[in-house]
T-cell receptor, first 115, second 114 residues
Framework: EPEVTQTPSHQVTQMGQEVILRCVPISNHLYFYWYRQILGQKVEFLVSFYNNEISEKSEIFDDQFSVERPDGSNFTLKIRSTKLEDSAMYFC?????????????FGSGTRLTVV | DQQVKQNSPSLSVQEGRISILNCDYTNSMFDYFLWYKKYPAEGPTFLISISSIKDKNEDGRFTVFLNKSAKHLSLHIVPSQPGDSAVYFCAAYPLGGSQGNLIFGKGTKLSVKP
């Protein structure tokens, strides 16, 4: 079964440093997403990406965040200057156009710890 | 503003019994709903969905019921198994399954005891 792959599984970084979280979505999917879950809280939408541009972003996704699909396979989330409150599980997801369930396929997540 | 609410953070059920997980929503524009299951250290996994034109969708041991007038949906698992122990998230599409973005509830942690 096709999978969404995320690397690394765990990233520890110092406050103020830049991090890049990587995702390889399912190859024939067209819609890409980043979500995050702070420990003990709900899964929150960050950004959606379609046709090589951001289609929607949440209030969380401020100027410190950016996304890119540099080579047609990877989908990356960059945080320019990490803050302690950026510590969370970050999930990448992708979706095709099939109408069987409209569900996303999520990756296993990257646990980001900002120290 | 919590548009999708799961008011029970946890639920404990005996193996073989029915598990009922509840979800309420506030946005009447939602018309497609999904349940996701999440194990620790894994991403959410799609479980079952329902369109607003239906009031019930069944897939094996899992049934989702939708009450549009009450803006309420529930997930029934019967019989419950220990492997069902996970966090269950209710989610909704505000744009009816287009490129809209899923809105998640906070989740309910289900524990199925042998």
């Amino acid at each position: 079964e096709p999978e969404v792959t995320q690397t690394p599984s765990h990233q520890v970084t110092q406050m103020g440093q830049e991090v890049i979280l990587r995702c390889v979505p399912i190859s024939n999917h067209l819609y890409f997403y980043w979500y995050r879950q702070i420990l003990g809280q709900k899964v929150e939408f960050l950004v959606s990406f379609y046709n090589n541009e951001i289609s929607e972003k949440s209030e969380i996704f401020d100027d410190q965040f950016s996304v890119e699909r540099p080579d047609g396979s990877n989908f990356t989330l960059k945080i320019r200057s990490t803050k302690l409150e950026d510590s969370a599980m970050y999930f990448c997801a992708s979706r095709g156009t099939e109408q069987t369930n409209y569900g996303y396929t999520f990756g296993s997540g990257t646990r980001l710890t900002v120290v | 503003d919590q548009q999708v609410k799961q008011n029970s953070p946890s639920l404990s059920v005996q193996e073989g019994r029915i598990s009922i997980l509840n979800c309420d929503y506030t946005n009447s524009m939602f018309d497609y709903f999904l349940w996701y299951k999440k194990y620790p250290a894994e991403g959410p996994t799609f479980l079952i969905s329902i369109s607003s034109i239906k009031d019930k969708n069944e897939d094996g041991r899992f049934t989702v019921f939708l009450n549009k007038s009450a803006k309420h949906l529930s997930l029934h698992i019967v019989p419950s198994q220990p492997g069902d122990s996970a966090v269950y998230f209710c989610a909704a599409y505000p744009l009816g399954g287009s490129q809209g973005n899923l809105i998640f509830g906070k989740g309910t942690k289900l524990s199925v005891k042998p």
